[in-house]
């Protein structure tokens, strides 16, 4: 029903950037948010970035100051500017959409296919 497909990962050394995009298609009726998850190899899928259909955003305390997440509702698009990369940063990025679409009232969380980061020191 909803697909969701990540481009912008690749390797990239302590102190640089990379931008994360993301975009929705398919049965969409509305979006209640979006968002970015991390994980690590032997780790925790975490949290990074949300960001509300009313526009308001939140970070992992981690990523406060240095990633910016933004959308544009007209593409069902969300991106992750991530400015002053550390080698902690590296991990599987997966980013994650709340919809509700024309065939189910409920709200229901579409996971893209991950990419991956790699911040070398």
């Known amino acids: 029903q909803v697909q969701l497909v990540e481009s912008g990962g690749g390797l990239v050394q302590a102190g640089g950037s990379l931008r994360l995009s993301c975009a929705a298609s398919?049965?969409?009726?509305?979006?209640?948010?979006f968002g970015w998850y991390r994980q690590a190899p032997g780790k925790q899928r975490d949290l990074v970035a949300g960001?509300?259909?009313?526009?308001?955003?939140s970070y992992a305390d981690s990523a406060k100051g240095r990633f910016t997440i933004s959308r544009d509702n007209a593409k069902n698009t969300v991106s992750l500017q991530m400015n002053s990369l550390k080698p902690e940063d590296t991990a599987v990025y997966y980013c994650?959409?709340?919809?509700?679409?024309?065939?189910?009232?409920?709200?229901?969380?579409?996971w893209g296919q991950g990419t991956q980061v790699t911040v070398s020191s």
């Open positions: 960001i509300s259909s009313g526009g308001s955003t």
């Open positions: 398919g049965s969409i009726f509305s979006i209640n948010a």
């Open positions: 994650y959409v709340d919809v509700r679409t024309y065939t189910s009232w409920k709200n229901t969380r579409y």
